[in-house]
């Protein structure tokens, strides 16, 4: 199993400008959803899903859209990028949503905003 | 407004002694407390984690301690080693879910 993998792992965007940031895990995980690391503030919950077709909003998420098509794939949308949002982006997937599940974190996605 | 507060913010350790990190909560719907080792240019990684009916929880090295009156648990690394170098978050979650409410870190490095 290659887990959860991420792509790109570097990006530089200009303001005003789109991209997709991609998530994929390949362990039929129900759950998957999308944090942001910055210095000093920890890891913030963006947005999450519970299953195919089923998607929410975690603590930030303005700026960015989800949607989940498939079990396996869970991209993050950048619609209209900020410097706000340079940050590293994080995907993450568990079995289920039980608070007990492990949550698997991919290697992450340096992204920066000029 | 910071849900789970950390402390410290880095922290040096001598080899074999002992690593000690503290967390604090307000939310006391929170009933799942996990901790994440991350290593430089990975993803978190689940270390060891607690519900709030335990006081302690160890495995090998290391021990989650919880005191659900003071709202507060804290992470002891027992003969810490130069590979446990490493930022450590604490988190919460609440209601059964999944939804990770982290600290905001702390950057421990162990020296020989």
């Known amino acids: 199993n290659a887990g959860v993998t991420q792509t790109p792992k570097f990006q530089v965007l200009k303001t005003g400008q789109s991209m997709t940031l991609q998530c994929a895990q390949d362990m039929n995980h129900e759950y998957m959803s999308w944090y942001r690391q910055d210095p000093g503030m920890g890891l913030r919950l963006i947005h999450y899903s519970v299953g195919a077709g089923i998607t929410d909003q975690g603590e930030v998420p303005n700026g960015y859209n989800v949607s989940r098509s498939t079990t396996e794939d869970f991209p993050l949308r950048l619609l209209s990028a900020a410097p706000s949002q340079t940050s590293v982006y994080f995907c993450?997937?568990?079995?289920?949503?039980?608070?007990?599940?492990?949550?698997?974190f991919g290697p992450g996605t340096r992204l920066t905003v000029l | 407004q910071q849900q789970v507060k950390q402390s410290p913010q880095s922290l040096i350790v001598q080899k074999g002694g002992i690593s000690i990190i503290n967390c604090a909560y307000e939310n006391t719907a929170f009933d799942y407390f996990p901790w994440y080792q991350q290593f430089p240019g990975k993803g978190p990684a689940l270390l060891i984690a607690?519900?709030?009916?335990?006081s302690e929880k160890k495995e090998g090295r290391f021990t989650i301690s919880f005191n659900k009156s003071a709202k507060q648990f804290s992470l002891h690394i027992m003969d810490s080693q130069p590979g446990d170098s490493a930022t450590y978050f604490c988190?919460?979650?609440?209601?059964?879910?999944?939804?990770?409410?982290f600290g905001t870190g702390t950057q421990l490095k162990v020296e020989l």
């Open positions: 988190a919460a979650l609440q209601g059964g879910g999944n939804k990770l409410t």
């Open positions: 607690i519900r709030p009916d335990v």
């Open positions: 993450a997937s568990s079995p289920t949503y039980t608070s007990t599940d492990t949550q698997y």
